[in-house]
């Protein structure tokens, strides 16, 4: 079992930064590729970044391309997401996710396919 705790989320304004932070507790945290997402009221929840267990590849969303950076510290079972230029369009619950699929796990944390655990979230919101 893996608890996933976010934090970090606030009222900003936009063009205004935050980092996120997702701890883990359980089971090995380097054993599992993570994902950030997000969801807004009336909408899906959505992908917006992942990475690979030792933390060398990410991948990220076209609409956060460049003003989000994903990173992970397995030393300390924590998982963060760095938003630069906030937009109030970034306005949403944000979750972090793992996942212990094997050579596909991109796919399987961008399209939701195979995750073991979410968190709660915790809300952003970016004022004009």
């Known amino acids: 079992q893996v608890q996933l705790v976010e934090s970090g989320g606030g009222l900003v304004q936009a063009g205004g930064s935050l980092r996120l932070s997702c701890a883990a507790s359980?089971?090995?945290?380097?054993?599992?590729?993570m994902g950030w997402f997000r969801q807004a009221p009336g909408k899906e929840r959505e992908f917006v970044a992942a990475?690979?267990?030792?933390?060398?590849?990410?991948y990220y969303a076209d609409s956060v391309e460049g003003r989000f950076t994903i990173s992970r510290d397995n030393a300390r079972n924590t998982l963060y997401l760095k938003m630069n230029s906030l937009k109030p369009e970034d306005t949403a619950v944000y979750y972090c996710?793992?996942?212990?699929?094997?050579?596909?796990?991109?796919?399987?944390?961008?399209?939701?396919?195979?995750?073991?655990?979410w968190g709660q979230g915790t809300q952003v919101t970016v004022s004009s």
């Open positions: 990475i690979s267990r030792s933390g060398g590849t990410t």
């Open positions: 359980g089971r090995t945290f380097s054993s599992y590729a």
């Open positions: 996710a793992a996942s212990q699929s094997g050579s596909r796990w991109y796919s399987a944390l961008k399209e939701k396919k195979s995750i073991d655990y």
